[in-house]
T-cell receptor
Framework: EAQVTQNPRYLITVTGKKLTVTCSQN?????MSWYRQDPGLGLRQIYYSMNVEVTDKGDVPEGYKVSRKEKRNFPLILESPSPNQTSLYFC????????????FGPGTRLTVT | RKEVEQDPGPFNVPEGATVAFNCTYSNSASQSFFWYRQDCRKEPKLLMS???SGNEDGRFTAQLNRASQYISLLIRDSKLSDSATYLC????????????FGQGTELSVKP
């Protein structure tokens, strides 16, 4: 089944404790993104990657890191999480080309206390 | 001004009603337009792409007005299962064709 998977789905952590949210897709898509979704602010792009070893900042990259060592994986790293990073996070992927459907993972609900 | 603007709603309608959602976008260079549906706190899923000539998929009709930079979605004969948030999505011609999401319009269809 074609899909984007994320882990963990739910995470409660404390300020400053490094964490990684994994994202994997099995559709051989070149383009992958991370978004956060907050009430009243909609989906905002954190980072994106157009292919292996090619990553770039989105609209709200502060406090986050990513890597793209393999085509299928695009982990999101929070080196020192803070409460303002409490949010719902979505990973997404699509083929190159602007007309293609973007597929989203199921989401990771992160709470930082 | 937000790059993609939608009326957040909520729209509360009875079953069988026709409901229309509107969306405006600010970048005249945008080329691709979509409507996504998002059920409560789940992942967004593509509902339909929006083509210049307008397009229909069953009870759903999407329209694009490039001159006014305006997109619409019409839902006819609303079902309870149509209750969701509808996201207007527009691409940007740079950053690899980044998608810009509107905040979404919440629809609640009541019996």
């Amino acid at each position: 089944e074609a899909q984007v998977t994320q882990n963990p789905r739910y995470l409660i952590t404390v300020t400053g404790k490094k964490l990684t949210v994994t994202c994997s897709q099995n559709m051989n898509h070149e383009y992958m993104s991370w978004y956060r979704q907050d009430p009243g602010l909609g989906l905002r792009q954190i980072y994106y990657s157009m292919n292996v070893e090619v990553t770039d900042k989105g609209d709200v990259p502060e406090g986050y890191k990513v890597s793209r060592k393999e085509k299928r994986n695009f982990p999101l790293i929070l080196e020192s999480p803070s409460p303002n990073q409490t949010s719902l996070y979505f990973c997404a992927s699509r083929p190159h080309g602007e007309t293609y459907e973007q597929y989203f993972g199921p989401g990771t609900r992160l709470t930082v206390t | 001004r937000k790059e993609v603007e939608q009326d957040p709603g909520p729209f509360n309608v009875p079953e069988g009603a026709t409901v229309a959602f509107n969306c405006t976008y600010s970048n005249s260079a945008s080329q691709s337009f979509f409507w996504y549906r998002q059920d409560c706190r789940k992942e967004p899923k593509l509902l339909m792409s929006v083509y210049s000539s307008g397009n229909e998929d069953g009870r759903f009709t999407a329209q694009l007005n490039r001159a006014s930079q305006y997109i619409s979605l019409l839902i006819r004969d609303s079902k309870l299962s149509d209750s969701a948030t509808y996201l207007c999505v527009v691409n940007t011609p740079n950053q690899g064709g980044k998608l810009i999401f509107g905040q979404g319009t919440e629809l609640s269809v009541k019996p």
